[in-house]
């Protein structure tokens, strides 16, 4: 499985982005799929998953409601539309493959793009 993520980018505090994350492969139909991010001198943390049908998902505390998670199984593409930015949510973020069910922990995770940066200025 390959995983492409892009559309971060410089955005003002308050603004709004949506990542999208294209990924090849026969599993990614199959498989639930989540959102990480990393600030620099930070240890990677969760953001948000999202299972196999697109009907459930699962998002950080501190990212509830300003944060949503999609998935479009014919274009195999998982999107992170975020809403209300901040300057803490300046990371880079990777969406990656989950081994099992509705993981949050990063080592449940098989497969990882190479991240898209979001800057969040004040």
């Known amino acids: 499985v390959q995983l492409q993520a892009y559309g971060g980018g410089l955005v003002q505090a308050g603004g709004s982005l949506r990542l999208s994350c294209a990924a090849s492969?026969?599993?990614?139909?199959?498989?639930?799929m989540g959102w990480f991010r990393q600030a620099p001198g930070k240890e990677r943390e969760f953001v948000a998953v999202i299972n196999w049908r697109g009907t459930i998902t699962r998002y950080a505390d501190s990212l509830k409601g300003r944060f949503t998670i999609s998935r479009d199984n014919a274009k195999n593409t998982v999107a992170l539309q975020m809403n209300s930015l901040k300057p803490e949510d300046t990371a880079v973020y990777y969406c990656?493959?989950?081994?099992?069910?509705?993981?949050?922990?990063?080592?449940?995770?098989?497969?990882w793009g190479q991240g898209t940066q979001v800057t969040v200025s004040s």
């Open positions: 492969g026969r599993t990614f139909g199959t498989a639930d």
């Open positions: 990656a493959v989950a081994r099992g069910a509705m993981p949050t922990m990063r080592t449940e995770y098989d497969y």
